[in-house]
């Protein structure tokens, strides 16, 4: 809780070059059409494409007046899941009740609350791939949705065209955000 607010914090992991700093900014438009209020704030550093990249998304019922990164989540999206060799996971969760959504084609343990979806083989199956990268951060988004309930599908369907360029993309990525949500798995 940040003041009054229920306030639900999130980071995504990824590398640079696969969208999580899109993620948190779609995650928040989907908030907003939700009637809820949110932040999304990236992190940049000396990253370049392959690096691993930070970026942070708020999401609460009322006005959320903290402005910084976030330490710890409540929900840690992992866009690769070779990612979590590289960090230490107790230093990014608020509790052992906090959830991890990862791209994986398999479960992972964790010691948290974890649920997995391929979105890499979505992104495959539907040619969501870009300058050799495939896209991963819709179909997690779909998982986001139906794990945490934060925001709903269609909220985030509706916001991909802010962030998404042209139409056969968006049609594309709503897809992939559909079948993240259908396919994820976990506890």
């Known amino acids: 809780m940040i003041g009054m607010a229920k306030v639900t914090e999130f980071i995504i992991l990824g590398r640079g070059g696969q969208g999580g700093v899109t993620a948190a900014r779609i995650l928040v438009s989907a908030a907003l059409k939700d009637g809820k209020w949110g932040q999304a ?16 998304a708020r999401i609460a ?3 959320v007046n903290l402005h910084s990164n976030i330490r710890r989540a409540d929900v840690l999206v992992v866009l690769v899941s070779n990612i979590l060799d590289l960090v230490n996971i107790d230093d990014l969760m608020k509790s052992r009740d906090s959830i991890i959504i990862v791209n994986s084609s398999a479960p992972i343990r964790t010691g948290y609350r974890t649920y997995y979806v391929d979105a890499t083989s979505i992104s495959e199956k539907l040619g969501l791939i870009i300058a050799g990268w495939h896209i991963v951060s819709t179909p997690l988004l779909g998982a986001v949705a139906k ?29 992939a955000v559909k079948m993240g949500y259908e396919l994820v798995r976990g506890e």
């Not at 704030?41 to 942070?56: D, M, Q």
């Not at 794990?147 to 897809?175: C, H, M, Q, W, Y």
Request: net charge negative.
């Open 41 to 56: 704030i990236p992190e940049f550093g000396a990253e370049r494409r392959g690096a691993v990249v930070k970026s942070y």
């Open 61 to 63: 019922d009322g006005p």
């Open 147 to 175: 794990v945490t309930g934060v925001v709903s599908l269609d909220s985030i369907i509706k916001s991909l065209p802010e962030f998404v360029g042209r139409e056969n993309l968006v049609k594309l990525n709503a897809e």
